[in-house]
Every structure is written in structure tokens, then in C-alpha cells.
């Protein structure tokens, strides 16, 4: 089973934990990515896969929103992680509801993430408790 996932896009979850046997170590170095808008979201994944090719096997899966939302809901309300990706890009107004049900289906990213590079409202909706278990990917416009 699976750790944990990340909200939001963020090839981080490379940088936790080390397998001990040759299996778990192959596991680990297959990332799956659930996005939604081709012309965005999917687009920036692919960018960022392109970036990990050589050290990680990336997937992106593109889905629709409600997909994903349905996906994450009926797994995780039924306690199992199993067929979840890695990381999978959330908007915001979702993500307190899925932190507060299920703190424990998320990777904590604390330890890696440097907050003074985000935005304190977009880090905001990524904690939960005051642990952080997500990046911001999109900030919206700004002028």
C-alpha cells in the first residue's frame, strides 16, 4: 500500500524514504500524476516529467476534475489508498475537506517544502493542523 499522496503538483514526494529491498525500490521509483486541464495542469505535469525522466518512471493520468474527485472520495472513504496516485493536483476549496476526513491518506511535507517561496494564503489550504501536506501550484494572475 501506498504512504501517502500529494495534493498539488509537487515532484517533492522523490525525496522521502529509502526502500530496503529491490522491489519496494522499483516501486518507489514510479510516480503517478493525476491532473485535469490539458491546456494547464496536464501540460505542467508533462513538463515536470520530462524533468524526473531519467531517475523516475512518471506517469500523468489526465482525468476531469470530477473524476478525480470521485476517485479520491470512494477510495478514501472506504480507508484504502490502493490504485491512488503519487500526487494528484486538487483546487483549493477542496483540499480542507479531504485533510480534515483524511489526514493520514497524505504525505507530510513539512520537513521539505520551504514555505517562504509560497504565497501564506495558498500554504493556507495546504495544512491541516499546521502540517503542511501540499505545494501551491497556481497562484492565480497577478499584475
Same mark, same amino acid.
Given at each position: 500500500m501506498k504512504k501517502g499522496f500529494i495534493f498539488i503538483l509537487s515532484l517533492l514526494l522523490i525525496l522521502t524514504g529509502c526502500a530496503n529491498n529491490s522491489s519496494q525500490q522499483d516501486e518507489e521509483k514510479k510516480l503517478t500524476i493525476w491532473a485535469w486541464d490539458d491546456s494547464f495542469n496536464v501540460h505542467a505535469a508533462?513538463?515536470?516529467?520530462?524533468?524526473?525522466?531519467?531517475?523516475?518512471? &512518471?506517469? %500523468? %493520468?489526465?482525468?476531469?476534475?470530477?473524476? @478525480?474527485?470521485?476517485?479520491?472520495?470512494?477510495?478514501?472513504?472506504?480507508?484504502? &489508498?490502493?490504485?491512488?496516485?503519487?500526487? %494528484?493536483?486538487?483546487?483549493?476549496?477542496?483540499?480542507?475537506?479531504?485533510?480534515?476526513?483524511?489526514?493520514?491518506?497524505?504525505?507530510?511535507?513539512?520537513?521539505? @517544502?520551504?514555505?517562504?517561496?509560497?504565497?501564506?494564503?495558498k500554504l493556507a489550504v495546504t495544512k491541516n493542523d499546521g502540517v503542511n501536506y501540499g505545494v501551491p501550484f497556481d497562484s492565480g494572475v497577478v499584475s
Open positions: 508533462n513538463k515536470a516529467k520530462e524533468y524526473y525522466e531519467g531517475d523516475y518512471e &512518471v506517469e %500523468v %493520468v489526465s482525468m476531469s476534475q470530477d473524476d @478525480i474527485v470521485q476517485k479520491l472520495n470512494t477510495s478514501l472513504s472506504s480507508n484504502s &489508498v490502493e490504485g491512488l496516485p503519487n500526487i %494528484v493536483l486538487v483546487e483549493d476549496y477542496k483540499i480542507q475537506g479531504y485533510l480534515r476526513s483524511y489526514p493520514e491518506a497524505f504525505a507530510k511535507l513539512d520537513e521539505i @517544502i520551504d514555505e517562504s517561496k509560497f504565497s501564506d494564503y
